[in-house]
């Protein structure tokens, strides 16, 4: 079983839909990312996350610790939202990242 | 500079040659990361600086690969005598003080070995 494991691996979904990703976690963490990967490959961060919540613009992403879960969410989408969404956690006393496999997400026009 | 600045931005090289992927990450960012993202799969942790010293390189996969940083900035990544299974694309990451703070990505490094 992965560390960290990632819901759905693929999301099709209509312009204005909301969006909903959800990341799960095996370790004690110190602090949970989501980042944006776009075709091509540049890779961009959304939110760090140790609890509670946070909102940028139509993005919130939410913290459980107790449950070992975060999820990111998108509100009225839109097809410039299309990339591949990945969450990380960094463990407690470990620089590093553990990275989950990925959301490939889709908004269709 | 304005963001973190990585080059060569494609790299073609025949199996058995070194190869050397620069990182210029943000100007004054203490730490920086080293991953790389195979075909097909999710990122991989190489190495992590801190200033110049790399206190953690657990995720370099053999005696092949090495890094060093060098004035608190720059970082060179090499692969000796490179193989097929190296092929990837390579990318670095800066931050302020560490993963508690904001990462910054660069576009990484399109590595192919042939």
């Known amino acids: 079983k992965n560390e960290v494991e990632q819901s759905p691996q693929n999301l099709t979904a209509q312009e204005g839909e909301f969006i909903t990703i959800n990341c799960s976690y095996s370790v004690g963490i110190s602090a949970l990312h989501w980042l944006q990967q776009h075709p091509g490959g540049g890779i961009v961060s959304l939110f760090m996350l140790s609890s509670g919540k946070k909102k940028h613009g139509r993005l919130i992403a939410t913290i459980n610790i107790q449950e070992k879960h975060s999820s990111l969410h998108i509100t009225a989408s839109h097809p410039r939202d299309s990339a591949v969404y990945i969450c990380?956690?960094?463990?407690?006393?470990?620089?590093?990242?553990?990275f989950g496999t990925g959301t490939r997400l889709t908004i269709i026009p | 500079g304005a963001g973190v600045s990585q080059s060569p931005s494609n790299k073609v090289t025949e199996k058995g040659k070194d190869v050397e992927l620069r990182c210029d990450p943000i100007?004054?960012?203490?730490?920086l990361y080293w991953y790389r993202q195979s075909l097909g799969q999710g990122l991989e942790f190489l190495i992590y600086?801190?200033?110049?010293?790399?206190?953690?390189k657990s995720g370099l996969p053999s005696d092949r690969f090495s890094a060093e940083r060098t004035g608190g900035s720059v970082s060179t990544l090499t692969i000796q005598r490179t193989q097929q299974e190296d092929s990837a694309v390579y990318l670095c990451a800066s931050s302020l003080v560490s993963w508690n703070t904001e990462a910054f990505f660069g576009q990484g490094t399109r590595l192919t070995v042939v």
């Open positions: 990380a956690v960094r463990s407690f006393g470990n620089e590093k990242l553990t």
């Open positions: 600086f801190q200033g110049n010293s790399a206190p953690d």
């Open positions: 100007s004054g960012h203490t730490a």
